[in-house]
């Protein structure tokens, strides 16, 4: 089969860096892969997709790292003559952008399989946040296949198309290996340790995480946090640590692509998110082995299991978290216990096998 991939750039992390472990895992072999960008993106992330599956494969319509209205509407007449010249089977659209300009250009070929991948339950923005959701509604007729990076993204994004037949899939942006570094020792340090990680964005909540830490000195426990992630929040959460006194506590450690194995002599792990897809960061942190305290939204629903491999917020509170910090603080064999048993249900769920029947039953055998 040839499938035309579309995603708007490859900015390190999330569903830009999920595509290049599908293709490290070999969802794709056996088919015709070609990879549509509108723009580079940061680091090295487009130059290792490219070494993947091929220099003459990767098509970026624009060098830039952010996409402008006149970069889609060139990448939308780049579509419509792939799709003339190459003749693909598959259009698969990932991110809001590549789905709307995706859309489009697919209302001009009937006989082209749509595929609208989903990554998180909410369609955000920082700009034009309220025309997405409806924009993406109104050209969701065309889309023929739905393929989701978890249940629950799959469950909630439903609202954002309209009613017609359509196939789904669920295809987590996550693969294990077993040779990677993993916690094997549990006992705990001065300072108590915590590691978070994540684009650094309001969603993400990081100054609660931040927050917490003051709160945990407040009670007489001393504590720091790791922070792996860059975005445009990393001068205000620079500056409340600052602020709350704890700034010498507080490590920015920027992107870092497999930061998992730089953490774990961390003590726990620590996600407040509000919302989320699959969540890659907390399955990287349980693969690794880490005790992990996280909200349960999105995909840690679906694979995390409060009191076996993870212990759970209802809501990503500073309070909660403090509280559940010092639960694990207290109790090196519940640590040990827990942080034992995500890495393995890490590495039974989302092995690399597993991953390939997975594309067997979305793709097909291939050629």
């Known amino acids: 089969m040839r499938i ?13 860096h999920g595509l290049l472990t599908l293709l490290q895992a070999g969802f794709f072999s056996g088919h015709q892969l070609k990879i549509l960008a509108c723009c580079r993106g940061r680091g090295s992330l487009a130059n290792q997709i490219a070494a993947q599956i091929g220099e003459h ?15 889609f509407v060139g990448t939308f007449f780049v579509i419509l003559r792939l799709i003339r010249e190459w003749r693909p089977d598959m259009v698969a659209l990932s991110l809001k952008q590549a789905n709307l300009v995706g859309r489009l250009a697919a209302m001009f070929a009937p006989r082209l399989r749509c595929v609208s991948f989903e990554h998180t339950a909410r369609y955000r923005s920082r700009r034009a946040a309220a025309v997405y959701g409806p ?6 007729w065309r889309v023929d296949e739905i393929w989701a990076d978890c249940d629950s993204t799959l ?24 040779a ?10 001065t300072p108590l340790r915590l590691a978070a990680a994540g684009r650094l964005i309001p969603l993400k909540n990081f100054d609660r995480l931040i927050e917490a830490i003051r709160m945990l000195q407040d009670r007489g426990v001393s504590a720091s946090l790791d922070l792996y992630g860059d975005g445009p929040e990393r001068q205000a959460l620079s500056r409340k640590a600052d602020e709350l006194g704890i700034g010498a ?6 992107y870092v692509a497999r930061w998992f194995e730089l953490a774990c002599d ?26 992990v305290i996280a909200t349960d939204v999105g995909g840690i629903r679906d694979y995390g299991k409060d009191g076996e491999n993870m212990l759970k917020l209802t809501v990503p509170s500073a309070e909660m978290a403090v509280t559940q910090a010092l639960v694990f603080g207290g109790d090196e064999a519940l640590r040990k216990k827990i942080g034992m048993q995500a890495r393995q249900d890490m590495l039974q769920a989302y092995s690399q096998g597993a991953l390939r029947v997975r594309a067997t039953a979305v793709l097909g055998d291939g050629m």
Do not use: W
């Open 155 to 178: 469950q909630e994004t439903q609202a954002y198309f309209l009613p017609r037949r359509r196939r789904s899939h669920i295809v987590p942006l996550f693969c294990s290996d077993e």
């Open 249 to 254: 506590r507080v490590h920015f450690r920027g």
């Open 180 to 189: 990677s570094s993993h916690k094997r020792d549990y006992a705990l340090r």
């Open 57 to 71: 494969n990767l098509i970026l319509t624009s060098q830039s790292e952010e996409p402008s209205l006149r970069t």
């Open 4 to 16: 035309l991939y579309f995603i708007n750039g490859f900015d390190p992390g999330g569903a830009e």
């Open 266 to 291: 961390r003590d726990m792990f620590i996600n407040l998110s509000d919302t989320e897809g699959f969540c890659i960061v907390v399955a990287e942190a349980m693969l690794a082995g880490l005790p």
């Open 135 to 140: 924009v993406l509604k109104a050209l969701s």
